[in-house]
DNA sequence: CGAAAGGCTCTTTTT
DNA sequence: GAGCCTTTCG
């Protein structure tokens, strides 16, 4: 196949540039996937170039494992040793090999978010420090943040600036060692240490740059100041390095990535070619006309010109809805609708919120009408309390040090040894500067507990010993049911709520476990482990099954749909209202909400309901600020109320209007009557040379802004009958 | 020691 | 509303 053949222009101008520094920059469905692939595959095919000295970052393991395939078609034969993963994975597996130089155990375990916490609250134990005063949480994204920018606990101590930061350093410090001891490393870890390596081992690192001579970074917009060094290291002998990105895609700010990365490669690299993808093969001209109605409201921003060849297709539909409840009944109707009239299918359908809370009054309405979704994120499977405690067993059998898991599972299931035991012990293991593990066995020889006691320490540590002899052994899969079986954790968790479903989670795990059963036991464990730790929700998402996806807006970047939903286009859900102070962040709001639409091919749908029963009590929400940048001429605007309420406002009684009711001191969500539009709610009250501008959703006519001392609003009680 | 109940807080996005 | 923490009781 001529790799070149399917490719306009620009593409071919990307894939065909294969020396010295490229960035790419590509508007949503330009085809940015496939050039990344194809000039992969031209570097393998064409150039003769040894796959083994191509790097190909991508943002998920989901990318990675399809480009994999793609090129697999591509060169009509395996890649074979290309490296090819995210940066975590492929720092990790550097790490693996080469961390023994910066002195981490070769076994290390790689922590998530709640070892990470669970670590987090015990430096701030071991520091005296209230845990009221410092929330765990806070500190967790100041420490992920300095590490996203490579400052070490010493470096972050010289620019301290306020009692909180000191407090910050202090942890930082102390959370390190810790991790240390555990033999453990967190996700921020893995890049930092991986420049750090490469920083102080300047051998290892000429071996990687000579290595890998062709460099590719996938999602640039959202790389952060540690992903940016790493990749410079790396293309210091060949500047063979290609970046492809789009600023208006940038999604991850809090997540530490940093946009300026574009401007840094332009500026360490001043002789890097420029290609810019702007033809959208993805969605119609409408869709990607509100695209740029909403994206160009932007400050920060370079303005680009994207084109697409494709019809100008349906115009976008807003739907406006009282509940979540009608919205997410909207959304399940219209899929039904479109599969039944139109040629589509469930899988081409995807539901889009800001926060996930958003999805549980979709599921519902899914679950009501039979129609089969998928819900991608929330909670999910490897981080399930039942799945990680039997990961806990596996990572202590691979490493008894990673104290962290062994004190998660020392006491499950129950097996006696309590909290003070627990805390007796941790602080021996402090005070002899050992793990916990060590410490048990130093314990049992001293006999320092009382009897009982004793015998479920050394219960336990049994257990804990003869996993480890057995899973020299044992494959993975036998193992796991050695865990299971020698603990009795079947029997456990069906004692408790919801005891079925979460077993099935243990079997769930269990068939994962048997995917690696032909590796070695060692190797099984170990690869096993570190792949757990690393996937991602989204990587599981196959596009085969035919149902519906719901979908948070970062998880959905990268993906396309034929029909895409946009569930609470409203101010305070998105833009988010933690968000409102500042401005940056308003942007990075509006990029989501461009990563949004432009997921979408042929139909678009931006909801937004007038009530919203967001963590536990309901608010009343305007319209999304976006949804103002739209031109009109692009959407239709549909209520749900017009036959909604005609129906339950019958038989309720009608309050008859006098001037002399005026309400005087509107508040949000108060119910209103106005002689001409009938009933409404308060949306918002907004103070205007002495007079008050009231905005009102009213139940037969919409939003309405009204002037305060005009409108002759008459305050009315609430009734049951109103859809709330 | 462990289960249960009550109180508290903080509500974003995730490799 | 949920998750986390503390308290209480058996």
């Known amino acids: 196949m001529d790799i070149l053949a399917t490719l306009n222009p620009a593409q071919r101008q990307a894939v065909e540039a294969i020396e010295g520094p490229v960035l790419i920059l590509a508007g949503p469905g330009s085809g940015k996937t496939r050039v990344i692939t194809h000039r992969v595959a031209y570097l393998i095919k064409v150039c003769g170039m040894n796959p083994g000295h191509i790097m190909a970052v991508t943002f998920t393991n989901k990318a990675a494992r399809e480009m994999r395939e793609r090129l697999d078609q591509l060169l009509g034969q395996e890649v074979g040793a290309l490296t090819l993963g995210t940066f975590h994975a492929i720092c990790a597996r550097i790490l693996r090999h080469e961390g023994k130089a910066i002195g981490l155990a070769p076994r290390f375990v790689i922590y998530d978010d709640e070892d990470q916490l669970n670590l987090i609250k015990q430096s701030l134990q071991e520091l005296n420090l209230d845990p009221k005063q410092y929330a765990h949480r806070a500190l967790q994204s100041a420490i992920s ?66 290595r890998y001579v062709h460099i590719l970074v996938d999602e640039f917009q959202d790389t952060n100041v540690a992903q940016y060094a790493l990749i410079k290291q790396l293309a210091g002998k060949y500047h063979n390095i290609c970046v492809v990105g789009d600023p208006d895609q940038s999604i991850y700010s809090w997540r530490s990535a940093d946009l300026r990365n574009i401007l840094s490669f332009e500026k360490d690299y001043p002789d890097a070619r420029l290609v810019l993808l702007e033809q959208n093969y993805r969605s119609t001209k409408t869709i990607l006309e509100v695209g740029s109605d909403v994206i160009s409201a932007n400050l920060q921003r370079k303005p680009k010109e994207l084109w697409t060849e494709n019809e100008a297709g349906s115009p976008v539909a807003i739907i406006e809805s009282y509940t979540e409840a009608e919205e997410a009944q909207y959304v399940v109707s219209e899929i039904e609708k479109l599969v039944s009239q139109e040629q589509i299918s469930l899988r081409d359908c995807a539901v889009m919120y800001r926060v996930n809370a958003q999805s549980r009054a979709l599921e519902e309405a899914f679950m009501r009408y039979g129609v089969p979704y998928k819900l991608i994120g929330g909670t999910r499977f490897y981080q399930r309390r039942e799945v990680k405690d039997i990961i806990a067993y596996l990572r202590v059998i691979h490493n008894p040090h990673d104290n962290v898991s062994l004190a998660r599972i020392i006491n499950i299931p129950g097996r006696g040894i309590g909290e003070r035991t627990t805390s007796q012990l941790q602080a021996r293991a402090r005070t002899d500067n050992a793990s916990l593990y ?185 319209a999304s600020r ?78 309405k802004k009204l002037l305060l001392s005009l409108a002759h609003l008459e305050k009315i009680e609430k009734t049951t009958d109103f859809p709330l």
């Open 626 to 703: 976006f949804i103002q940048d739209i031109s009109p001429h692009l959407v239709t605007t549909k209520g749900l109320w017009d036959k909604v309420n005609i129906n339950s406002i019958a038989g309720v009684h009608t309050p008859s209007p006098t001037h002399s009711n005026d309400i005087s001191d509107p508040k949000v969500g108060d119910h209103v009557y106005h002689s001409k539009f009938g009933k409404g709610i308060v949306m918002s009250c907004l103070p205007d040379k002495g007079d008050q501008i009231v905005t009102v959703a009213f139940e037969e006519s919409g939003a």
């Open 438 to 622: 060590n410490t048990l066995e130093q314990v049992l020889e001293e006999k320092i507990f009382t009897p009982r006691i004793i015998q479920a320490l050394a219960g336990f540590v049994t257990l804990i010993n003869g996993l480890i002899a057995n899973s020299h052994e044992l494959n993975l899969a036998e193992l796991l049911d050695e865990i299971l079986a020698g603990t009795g954790y079947r029997e456990y968790l069906l004692g408790k709520e919801n005891g079925e479903e979460r077993w099935e989670n243990i079997t769930e795990l269990r068939n994962a476990a048997r995917e690696h059963s032909e590796l070695n036991p060692e190797e099984a464990l170990a690869t096993f482990l570190e792949k757990v730790s690393l996937v991602a929700d989204i990587d599981n998402l196959d596009e085969k099954d035919d149902t519906v996806t719901l979908i948070t807006l970062h998880q959905a970047k990268g993906l396309e749909f034929l029909v895409v939903f946009i569930a609470g286009m409203e101010e305070g859900v998105l833009p988010h209202r933690k968000s409102f102070d500042d401005p940056s962040e308003i942007e990075e709001e509006r990029r989501l909400c461009y990563v949004g639409i432009t997921r979408a091919g042929k139909r678009l749908y931006l909801l937004r309901s007038f009530r919203r029963s967001l963590f536990g009590s309901g608010s009343a929400n305007p």
């Open 145 to 210: 943040a300095a590490k996203s920018h490579l400052l070490s606990p010493e470096d972050y101590a010289q620019r301290i600036q306020s009692y909180f930061e000191e407090i910050v350093h202090r942890t930082y410090q102390r959370y390190q060692q810790l991790l240390g001891q555990n033999e453990a490393v967190d996700f921020d870890d893995l890049l930092m240490k991986t420049v750090q390596l490469f920083n102080s081992q300047s051998k290892i690192l000429s071996r990687y740059q000579s």
